[in-house]
């Protein structure tokens, strides 16, 4: 991406913050990453409860196939979606890398298992540019944005668009 | 098979432990009970104390296909049901009877094997039926009466001296309250498991023994902390009945009939969530018995019968279930009649000892408006009644008798909230199948299962039922060589089908969670539970399976 594009750019996105947040210079984003295939996905850090082992996941019979089945999260039923196949991405077989990622998202509590778990990253909203539509396969809806960021390149989640159904 | 590979023989041993002291204590108390009726104790309580062990006894012996004990028990809670309501059947006679029962069932309990001679328990259990036919027709209708007058000197004594000790609570914290038992239910699960797993590898000793104690007096804390939870949550059936009188004479009026309607066990408590779901099917019922059952006044005359029919809804606790029971002194069924409808509907009705008729009657369409006038009788969406009863958990049974009269019988879960279930191994995968819908368990031999039209068929009880595989069923991961070792016969009205699995694993009270939307509506599951081992597993949904029966291979 040209320089003057990117700096075009950002200047528009701290006009955009400027306005909706007055007094936030540079605002960041919390960010917890995790690896799906190849790729480092985040999702904002206020939406994630924990990050838990993977233990015994029950299948459901006659579940969607993007859901893995239910886990025993110290006594209550935890729904946990196989995110890769969520994304269009071949499902993986579980390693000791594997983790579930608790969220809330409206009100909902659901596990996410992805591959690995990195880190909760820091990143300048500023450096959020919009999706290249080569970034992801299938309906690409739920990202927001890729954050460019320390060599990084890291895909924004809508949680509430890649989960809950429209129906 | 050695006996440590064998499933079903670790399960006999438990059983044995279980139940040998139940069935003990039952022989016992006959003998006690013959005692005090001889010097002129009624032994109320001591009568009613028995519900509970018969009940297990006969749940337990079922589930591990063990027919003998289970009739025998069965049999025994139907005399001591009888006896219970009526003080003036105490009598040596029946007495004796009783403690005969009770040495048999310690015998079956004590020996019990899959081939046991059933012998020794079909007579006795002639025996009962004999006797409890001649004791009913002796003593016709006493019973409403005086039930009536001994619940009113119960309120009237509850009712003294208790005002300000009521506290209002908000029924979510119930459930929230129910869900940590259920959590110290789990818990208790895997300390018993982890002490039999001790048990097995070393043999015993006294600190194990010590152990066991200690796992069994913790059960009965969280066995009385439950019941006292589930006490908080119910209402009395009366919140239900109590709408009752007004449509039945305004029903009645309608359809040109005179009915009087003489309820009884008002008092009987229900879960909440259980009686919101119960008045719709039981007002369908009733409707149903005054539009259909019950003859005009013109046609009781001209039959002898009074010219007001009577209508009897009965509540009573039943060892953990509450069975409510309608009956009518109208015209009856019409069999025949019901019979020829069936077929015509290309129900399958050959021989007419195969399929009674009370799994007739509950069959979808036979509710067409021209069945009502066709029969002469009942069958007015009857299925979706039945459909109504069983998503409760609950069963629904039929007793009729041409222009005597028809009862219907509601047996009901008292609680949505915990079931007691069969947790069954498929391909390495658990599942808990409710016990109020298994009917038994069966070992499979060899060359009992034939195949008719692509779907597994076997001889039980003498009819013809379908056995469905457990892992095709509930899409377990298939690639398997060895043939299922057992069946669950799942029974509910007249369906019933049988559900093929590797393992039975024994029985546990499960608590029931729900199950979240982003898993879709499986219709072969209803839910899901946590195992003792912390394991989730998912509650088979048997009656949308026997419902599916006809579709679903």
Redesign the interface.
């Known amino acids: 991406m040209p320089a003057e594009e990117l700096l075009g750019f950002t200047d528009t996105m701290e006009a955009r913050s400027a306005a909706e947040a007055a007094p936030a210079p540079g605002p960041e984003l919390h960010l917890l990453t995790f690896a799906l295939d190849r790729e480092e996905f985040g999702i904002p850090v206020t939406q994630v409860r924990e990050v838990i082992r993977v233990?015994?996941i029950?299948?459901?019979?006659?579940?969607?196939a993007h859901?893995r089945?239910?886990?025993?999260l110290r006594?209550?039923?935890l729904?946990v979606?196989e995110l890769r196949s969520r994304l269009g991405l071949a499902p993986a077989e579980l390693t000791p890398r594997s983790r579930v990622v608790v969220v809330e998202v409206r009100g909902?509590v659901?596990g996410l298992l992805v591959d690995a778990v990195s880190q909760v990253t820091k990143v300048p909203q500023a450096s959020v540019v919009p999706a290249p539509e080569e970034v992801v396969s299938g309906d690409a809806g739920y990202v927001t944005g890729v954050a460019r960021w320390q060599s990084r390149l890291i895909i924004l989640l809508d949680l509430e668009k890649a989960?809950l159904p429209t129906e | 098979m050695s006996r440590d590979e064998n499933p079903f023989g670790e399960l006999l041993q438990d059983y044995v432990l279980e139940c040998l002291p139940l069935a003990e204590q039952i022989a016992d108390a006959f003998v006690e009970l013959e005692r005090q009726w001889r010097d002129g104790d009624p032994a109320d309580d001591l009568l009613a104390s028995l519900a509970g062990r018969l009940h297990t006894v006969k749940g337990n012996s079922a589930m591990m296909g063990l027919a003998p004990a289970q009739e025998v028990a069965h049999a025994l809670e139907d005399a001591c049901g009888l006896l219970r309501r009526s003080p003036e059947r105490r009598t040596d006679a029946s007495a004796s009877l009783l403690v005969a029962g009770g040495e048999l069932l310690a015998d079956l309990v004590r020996n019990a094997a899959p081939d046991l001679d059933p012998v020794p328990a079909a007579s006795f259990v002639e025996r009962v039926r004999r006797w409890m036919e001649a004791e009913v027709s002796l003593l016709p209708g006493t019973l409403p009466e005086r039930r009536r007058a001994d619940r009113r000197t119960g309120s009237d004594a509850a009712g003294s001296g208790k005002v300000d000790s009521v506290v209002r609570v908000d029924f979510r914290r119930l459930d929230a309250m129910l869900e940590v038992l259920g959590e110290g239910l789990i818990q208790h699960s895997a300390l018993a498991e982890a002490y039999r797993g001790l048990v097995r590898q070393t043999g015993g000793c006294d600190e194990l023994e010590r152990l066991d104690q200690a796992v069994l007096a913790l059960e009965k804390t969280l066995k009385r902390l439950e019941s006292t939870l589930m006490d908080t949550r119910l209402l009395p059936i009366s919140t239900v009945f109590g709408r009752f009188p007004r449509m039945v004479r305004d029903t009645a009026e309608g359809a040109g009939k005179r009915v009087r309607l003489v309820h009884s066990g008002g008092e009987t408590p229900l879960d909440k969530a259980v009686l919101d779901r119960l008045s719709e099917p039981l007002l369908h019922l009733v409707s149903n018995a005054i539009v259909h059952g019950i003859e005009s006044p013109d046609a009781r005359r001209a039959s002898g019968k009074p010219e007001e029919g009577t209508l009897r809804l009965d509540a009573a606790p039943m060892a953990g279930r509450v069975v409510i029971r309608l009956g009518d002194d109208g015209r009856g069924l019409d069999e025949l009649a019901i019979r020829k409808k069936a077929e015509g509907l290309g129900h399958e009705v050959r021989s007419e000892d195969a399929i009674p008729l009370r799994s007739l009657i509950f069959l979808p369409g036979l509710s067409t408006a021209d069945t009502v006038s066709a029969l002469a009788g009942r069958g007015v969406g009857l299925d979706v009644v039945a459909g109504a009863i069983h998503a409760l958990g609950g069963t629904i049974d039929v007793a009729t008798e041409r222009g005597k009269g028809t009862t219907f019988t509601l047996s009901l879960p008292v609680t949505l909230a915990i079931v007691r279930s069969l947790i069954v191994e498929i391909d390495h995968e658990r599942f808990a199948v409710p016990l109020a819908h298994v009917a038994e368990t069966v070992r499979v031999e060899p060359e009992t299962i034939r195949e008719i039209n692509h779907r597994g068929v076997t001889q039980w009880r003498g009819d013809l039922i379908h056995v469905a595989d457990g892992g095709a069923m509930l899409g377990t991961a298939a690639d398997r060589i060895e043939p299922r070792r057992f069946y669950v016969v799942m029974a509910a009205g007249g369906r019933r089908r049988g559900l093929l699995v590797d393992r039975l694993v024994g029985h546990q009270d499960v608590v029931v969670k729900g199950l979240d939307p982003t898993l879709g509506r499986p219709d072969v599951v209803s839910g899901t539970t946590i195992l003792g081992d912390g394991r989730v597993a998912c509650i088979v949904d048997a009656v949308r399976i026997l419902e599916g029966g006809r579709r679903a291979g």
């Open positions: 233990a015994d029950t299948r459901v019979p006659q579940a969607p859901v089945g239910v886990a025993n006594g209550r039923i729904a979606v909902r659901l989960l």
